[in-house]
Protein backbone atom coordinates (compact mmCIF):
# COMPACT_ATOMS: atom_id res chain seq x y z
CA UNK A 1 0.00 0.00 0.00
CA UNK A 2 1.20 3.46 -0.92
CA UNK A 3 0.11 6.10 0.50
CA UNK A 4 0.84 10.01 0.27
CA UNK A 5 -0.42 12.83 2.06
CA UNK A 6 2.31 15.31 1.54
CA UNK A 7 0.84 17.64 -0.90
CA UNK A 8 3.66 17.19 -2.94
CA UNK A 9 2.59 16.17 -6.41
CA UNK A 10 4.09 13.30 -8.23
CA UNK A 11 6.01 11.29 -5.55
CA UNK A 12 4.56 8.45 -6.61
CA UNK A 13 7.07 7.46 -9.46
CA UNK A 14 6.44 4.51 -12.33
CA UNK A 15 9.14 2.72 -11.13
CA UNK A 16 7.72 2.86 -7.60
CA UNK A 17 3.84 1.90 -8.72
CA UNK A 18 5.26 -0.64 -11.05
CA UNK A 19 7.14 -2.43 -7.75
CA UNK A 20 3.90 -2.59 -6.24
CA UNK A 21 2.27 -4.00 -9.00
CA UNK A 22 4.75 -6.90 -9.13
CA UNK A 23 4.44 -7.58 -5.75
CA UNK A 24 0.60 -7.23 -4.89
CA UNK A 25 -2.17 -8.76 -6.69
CA UNK A 26 -4.33 -5.57 -6.05
CA UNK A 27 -2.06 -3.14 -5.19
CA UNK A 28 -3.29 0.06 -3.31
CA UNK A 29 -2.30 3.62 -4.67
CA UNK A 30 -3.53 6.08 -1.82
CA UNK A 31 -2.99 9.17 -3.99
CA UNK A 32 -5.14 11.26 -1.34
CA UNK A 33 -3.04 14.92 -1.73
CA UNK A 34 -5.81 17.18 -2.57
CA UNK A 35 -5.81 19.40 -4.78
CA UNK A 36 -5.81 17.50 -8.34
CA UNK A 37 -2.28 19.20 -9.19
CA UNK A 38 -1.04 17.45 -5.71
CA UNK A 39 -1.87 14.42 -6.49
CA UNK A 40 0.98 11.50 -5.88
CA UNK A 41 0.27 10.01 -9.43
CA UNK A 42 -2.75 10.57 -11.41
CA UNK A 43 -5.50 7.54 -11.84
CA UNK A 44 -4.38 6.93 -15.78
CA UNK A 45 -0.42 6.32 -14.07
CA UNK A 46 -1.48 3.96 -11.23
CA UNK A 47 -3.53 1.64 -13.47
CA UNK A 48 -1.17 2.06 -16.13
CA UNK A 49 1.72 1.36 -14.44
CA UNK A 50 -0.52 -1.92 -12.94
CA UNK A 51 -1.87 -2.86 -16.56
CA UNK A 52 -5.00 -2.28 -14.72
CA UNK A 53 -4.28 -3.95 -11.16
CA UNK A 54 -4.90 -0.94 -8.25
CA UNK A 55 -6.89 -0.29 -6.06
CA UNK A 56 -6.78 3.65 -6.61
CA UNK A 57 -7.90 6.68 -4.28
CA UNK A 58 -7.73 10.60 -4.30
CA UNK A 59 -8.55 13.13 -2.22
CA UNK A 60 -10.10 14.60 -5.47
CA UNK A 61 -11.88 13.45 -8.22
CA UNK A 62 -10.45 11.69 -11.34
CA UNK A 63 -12.18 10.73 -14.25
CA UNK A 64 -12.80 7.18 -15.50
CA UNK A 65 -9.59 5.31 -17.21
CA UNK A 66 -10.17 2.77 -20.35
CA UNK A 67 -7.39 0.27 -20.20
CA UNK A 68 -7.31 -3.09 -22.51
CA UNK A 69 -11.01 -2.25 -23.12
CA UNK A 70 -11.95 -1.71 -19.17
CA UNK A 71 -13.39 0.95 -17.78
CA UNK A 72 -11.76 1.58 -14.08
CA UNK A 73 -13.13 4.35 -11.79
CA UNK A 74 -10.74 5.97 -9.63
CA UNK A 75 -12.16 6.35 -6.34
CA UNK A 76 -11.92 9.47 -4.06
CA UNK A 77 -11.32 9.14 -0.43
CA UNK A 78 -12.82 12.49 0.99
CA UNK A 79 -12.98 12.90 4.86
CA UNK A 80 -16.29 14.22 3.65
CA UNK A 81 -17.57 10.83 3.83
CA UNK A 82 -17.02 10.30 7.44
CA UNK A 83 -17.43 14.33 8.95
CA UNK A 84 -21.01 15.02 7.02
CA UNK A 85 -22.94 11.98 8.89
CA UNK A 86 -20.70 11.76 12.45
CA UNK A 87 -21.51 15.71 12.66
CA UNK A 88 -24.86 15.07 11.80
CA UNK A 89 -24.93 12.11 14.27
CA UNK A 90 -23.37 14.13 16.96
CA UNK A 91 -26.62 17.02 16.84
CA UNK A 92 -29.50 14.72 16.45
CA UNK A 93 -28.17 12.49 19.42
CA UNK A 94 -27.34 15.84 21.33
CA UNK A 95 -24.73 14.57 22.48
CA UNK A 96 -22.84 15.97 25.32
CA UNK A 97 -19.68 14.75 24.37
CA UNK A 98 -17.75 12.86 21.16
CA UNK A 99 -15.32 10.32 21.87
CA UNK A 100 -13.29 7.38 19.85
CA UNK A 101 -15.85 4.74 19.91
CA UNK A 102 -18.67 7.44 17.95
CA UNK A 103 -16.12 7.80 15.51
CA UNK A 104 -15.25 4.08 15.06
CA UNK A 105 -19.11 3.72 14.86
CA UNK A 106 -19.02 5.94 12.02
CA UNK A 107 -16.10 4.21 10.19
CA UNK A 108 -17.62 1.00 10.32
CA UNK A 109 -20.87 2.30 9.07
CA UNK A 110 -18.87 3.51 6.49
CA UNK A 111 -17.25 0.49 5.20
CA UNK A 112 -20.42 -1.98 5.60
CA UNK A 113 -22.15 0.16 2.77
CA UNK A 114 -19.62 -0.71 0.20
CA UNK A 115 -20.66 -3.82 -2.09
CA UNK A 116 -18.71 -6.38 -3.97
CA UNK A 117 -19.81 -4.33 -7.28
CA UNK A 118 -17.99 -1.43 -5.79
CA UNK A 119 -15.07 -3.16 -5.13
CA UNK A 120 -15.45 -5.04 -8.66
CA UNK A 121 -14.78 -1.27 -10.18
CA UNK A 122 -12.40 -0.97 -7.45
CA UNK A 123 -13.45 1.67 -5.18
CA UNK A 124 -13.47 0.98 -1.73
CA UNK A 125 -16.73 3.00 -1.04
CA UNK A 126 -20.06 3.84 -2.16
CA UNK A 127 -19.45 6.78 -5.51
CA UNK A 128 -19.81 10.31 -3.68
CA UNK A 129 -22.83 10.98 -5.53
CA UNK A 130 -24.42 9.09 -2.77
CA UNK A 131 -23.09 11.03 -0.10
CA UNK A 132 -26.47 11.83 1.25
CA UNK A 133 -28.34 8.40 2.10
CA UNK A 134 -24.30 7.28 3.32
CA UNK A 135 -24.04 10.30 5.68
CA UNK A 136 -27.75 9.38 6.92
CA UNK A 137 -26.52 6.08 7.84
CA UNK A 138 -23.48 7.26 9.21
CA UNK A 139 -25.40 9.53 11.73
CA UNK A 140 -27.89 7.13 12.59
CA UNK A 141 -24.78 4.97 13.58
CA UNK A 142 -23.08 7.54 15.56
CA UNK A 143 -26.22 8.70 17.22
CA UNK A 144 -26.62 5.42 18.10
CA UNK A 145 -23.80 4.70 20.14
CA UNK A 146 -23.53 7.73 21.49
CA UNK A 147 -27.24 7.03 23.63
CA UNK A 148 -25.38 3.43 24.12
CA UNK A 149 -22.49 5.65 25.86
CA UNK A 150 -24.63 7.79 27.89
CA UNK A 151 -23.33 10.83 26.07
CA UNK A 152 -27.13 12.00 24.75
CA UNK A 153 -28.92 13.85 26.48
CA UNK A 154 -31.27 15.53 23.76
CA UNK A 155 -34.16 12.68 23.48
CA UNK A 156 -34.44 13.58 27.68
CA UNK A 157 -34.70 17.03 26.72
CA UNK A 158 -37.73 16.38 24.79
CA UNK A 159 -39.44 14.16 26.83
CA UNK A 160 -42.89 15.55 28.72
CA UNK A 161 -42.09 15.96 32.42
CA UNK A 162 -44.90 16.49 34.32
CA UNK A 163 -44.39 19.09 37.07
CA UNK A 164 -47.20 20.81 39.19
CA UNK A 165 -47.57 23.47 41.22
CA UNK A 166 -48.08 22.93 44.50
CA UNK A 167 -51.36 25.21 46.19
CA UNK A 168 -51.28 24.57 49.70
Known amino acids: MLIGTSGKGGT ?3 DMVEAMGA ?3 KPVIFALSNLTSHSKCTAEQAYTWTQGHAVFTSGSPFPTVELDGKTLVP ?3 NN ?8 LGVIISG ?4 CDDMLLAASEALAKQVMEEHFAKGLIFQPFTNIRAISARIAAKVATKAYELGLAKYAESCMYTPTYRSYR
Do not use: M
Open 12 to 14: FTQ
Open 23 to 25: LNE
Open 75 to 77: GQS
Open 80 to 87: AYIFLGFG
Open 95 to 98: AIRV
